[in-house]
């Protein structure tokens, strides 16, 4: 393994190319990750046919600079717009908007650019040094585990509401009742789809999300009144001190953690570790009535976790052959180009390759650290126009990406339907945070849940007995008393996801 990495490390050194190409690859996937709707998945997409140009190795610095980056990027939107730039910032907009309308937001990108580096650094030193571990461990992972693991952030749900249990369980029920839209999974039988064509596959979890967040809070904006400037054209962001640093390294550290077992399981992603990650944080949070307020754990969770997630995901890339992510589904395309076949052989037959990777995907965590100070800057200068130009633009934005996914009207049109459902669920106090948890792990509950009943004999206890789905049912279990329990020791307030500070 030391020479592995001696040798990776040579080349490194010898071939200045692939610095400048990490560099290139880093501010690539940050503007990317940035605007709604593009996503890591379209950088990394369009960077392919370049690869043909380099060498293998010199290919996949390119590629997984990009994945790293765009990870990121996706928080400086979502902090400064409320305009998640890709999903798994989703969650980062809960806390991270809330503290720039309160003029705060250099700190929270600093917060969140501070995590996205501990969580990245933290997957790829594990993926380093623990990547066939994992990998078997990944593959212990069976329809049982898979639904344990969405039980235990689906949880969350009841707890995550605020001051009222019946205000986050009916938010939840209602993302789990959109998730069920479209083609049973199993049966291939349409259901809620009520003769619309275009919903036979689901609601696009993109558009939602971008409606809920993004057109939801154009709506709201207006709906106050008439929309006055920004309190935030100013932007620098600011690293978080030490002691603000230390404040949080228990929800950095667990966050890390959880995001790089996550993105080890084939096909879960940075999107779901991003997510129970946040809720996790708040259940064993000792302030979680600051959470949807502008708390610093609500922002540093889901960016740690989703960033770990990203070494995480290439574990069972490099080690098994399996994509981690979707994002790592097309990096396969780039191996395949040059004739490169990951799996298990991969490690011993191509070693310069995969340690090259690793000390690049290293690189660009820390040039995400330089460049990530200075995009937020550019990116604000949008905020010094007046909101009535802002807002319609920030739509046509998002209607712009949405579209460009997949080249489809009905994205759109459900990215409009949901900037009402946001709209309603902020309006009637519903907290959307327990809408998009139950949106985004219901389907994995649904489909697990059913495939572990069928392998089973549908003996349910087969799904409790089997030790790491026991245990996470137990963990859920302890959890969830403890979140209903310390709800009701405290008073009301405003849950995740609902507050709407005032600018100072």
Partial sequence: MLDAFVSAAGYMVGNPMSFLLIIFSVVWGIVFGAVPGLTGIVG??????????????????????????????????AILFNTPGSPEAACTSLDGYPMA?????????????????????????????AAPPLARLALEFGPAEYFALAVLGITAIASIGGGS?????????????????????????????????????????????????????????????????EQMAQVSTQLPSLAEFLATKVTLLRSSVIGTVIGALPGVG???????????????????????????????????GNNSAVGGSMIPLLALGIPGSATTAVMIGGLTIHGIVPGPMLMQNNSDLVYSVFIGML???????????R????????????????????????MTG???????????????????????????????ASFIIGLVLGPIAEVSLRQGLILADYDMMALVTRPI????????????????????????????????????
């Fill in 270 to 304: 940075a999107t779901t570790a991003a997510f129970i990650s946040y809720s996790e944080a708040f259940r064993w949070s000792k302030r979680p009535e600051l959470f949807g307020k502008g708390s610093p754990e609500g922002i540093a969770a889901p960016e740690a």
């Fill in 363 to 373: 690189l660009a965590n820390v040039l995400m650290l330089v460049f990530g100070l």
């Fill in 402 to 432: 949405v579209f460009a996914l997949n080249n489809n009207v009905s994205d759109v049109a459900v990215m409009l339907v949901f900037g009402g459902v946001g709209f309603f669920l902020k309006s009637y106090g519903l907290p959307v």
């Fill in 101 to 129: 309308k309160r003029g705060e937001a250099g700190k929270a990108l600093g917060i969140a650019l501070a995590a996205s580096a501990v969580g990245g650094i933290f997957g790829t030193l594990v993926l380093m040094f």
């Fill in 469 to 504: 789905a026991g245990t996470l049912l137990l963990l859920s279990a302890l959890s969830l008393v403890y979140g209903i329990w310390g709800k009701l020791r405290r008073p009301p307030s405003d849950g995740p996801g609902n507050a709407q500070p005032e600018a100072s």
């Fill in 165 to 229: 249990l019946i205000k986050g369980l009916i938010a939840g029920l209602l993302g789990l009742a959109v998730a069920l839209i479209g083609l049973d999974p199993l049966t291939g039988v349409a259901r809620f789809t009520f003769g619309n064509m275009m919903l036979l596959t689901g609601v696009s979890f993109i558009a939602a999300i971008i409606g809920i967040f993004a057109l939801a809070e154009v709506l709201q904006r207006f709906a106050d009144g008439p929309p006055k400037g």
């Fill in 44 to 77: 990394v997409a369009l960077l392919i046919p370049f690869t043909f140009a380099f060498d293998p190795t010199e290919g996949m610095l390119l590629l997984g600079g990009v994945y790293v980056g765009s990870t990121f990027g996706g928080s400086i939107s």
């Fill in 375 to 398: 995009a937020a800057r550019l990116f604000a200068v949008v905020l010094k126009a007046p909101y009535q130009l802002v807002g319609p633009a920030i739509v046509v934005l998002c």
